[in-house]
């Protein structure tokens, strides 16, 4: 069974400018998470996706960040613009059903901005 | 609010026992959840505890005591490969999703 797949895998940007991730998660898992990791800190979450519908968007600081997930699979996250505290591993995560118990974590994609 | 406190660092010698304390403060508490996590790596799934008791999986087990507020993850027969940072998680308050502590760093050293 493939796992998540999240690309890029490293970007560099200097501040103010754009950038998008992308996710791809296990087939068949309903719920897709993203996650902001700042080193020396665990996962926070950002948003949550149930299909394609947003379940919880509280954490996501909306002014900048934006995310979709339009045919309930893949999922794009976008930051514009980018601030110098932004520089951080981006994760993305799938659950089958209640993610309260196990979740399926991509590699990331680790973020720079300067 | 939620929270949850671990030890940030801990240190052990290949082969030995360690083990890796969690208590947390949370309203509508379901269960606890292990994420192990090798630097540059994605954190993966080691064990959850929705009742009071030990589970164990392999060399890992994993203790919760809802009474408490308290749970530990015990990692046996140490092996170098075990260096990660290990997290517990407890659901968010009403929600379907995690809320994570800040990490412990194990090192396993020769």
């Known amino acids: 069974e493939a796992g998540v797949a999240q690309s890029p895998r490293y970007k560099i940007i200097e501040k103010r400018q754009s950038v998008a991730f992308w996710c791809n998660p296990i087939?068949?898992?309903?719920?897709l998470y993203w996650y902001q990791q700042i080193l020396g800190q665990g996962p926070k979450l950002l948003i949550q996706?149930?299909?394609?519908?947003?379940?919880?968007d509280s954490q996501l600081p909306k002014d900048r960040f934006s995310a979709e997930r339009l045919k309930g699979v893949d999922s794009t996250l976008k930051i514009q613009p980018a601030k110098l505290e932004d520089s951080a591993v981006y994760l993305c995560?799938?659950?089958?059903?209640?993610?309260?118990?196990?979740?399926?974590f991509g590699p990331g994609t680790r973020l720079l901005v300067l | 609010g939620q929270s949850l406190e671990q030890p940030s660092e801990v240190t052990a010698v290949e082969g030995a026992i360690v083990q890796i304390n969690c208590t947390y403060q949370?309203?509508?508490?379901?269960?606890l959840s292990w994420y192990q996590q090798h630097d540059g790596g994605a954190p993966t799934f080691l064990s959850y505890n929705a009742l009071d008791g030990l589970e164990e999986t392999g060399r890992f087990s994993s203790f919760l005591s809802r009474s408490d507020s308290y749970g530990y993850l015990l990692l046996q027969e140490l092996q170098m490969k075990d260096s990660a940072s290990y997290f517990c998680a407890v659901p968010q308050t009403g929600a379907n999703n995690l809320f994570f502590g800040t990490g412990t760093r194990l090192t396993v050293i020769p």
């Open positions: 996706f149930q299909n394609n519908g947003v379940v919880d």
């Open positions: 995560a799938s659950s089958l059903d209640r993610g309260r118990e196990t979740q399926y």
């Open positions: 949370t309203s509508g508490f379901y269960g």
């Open positions: 087939s068949g898992h309903a719920t």
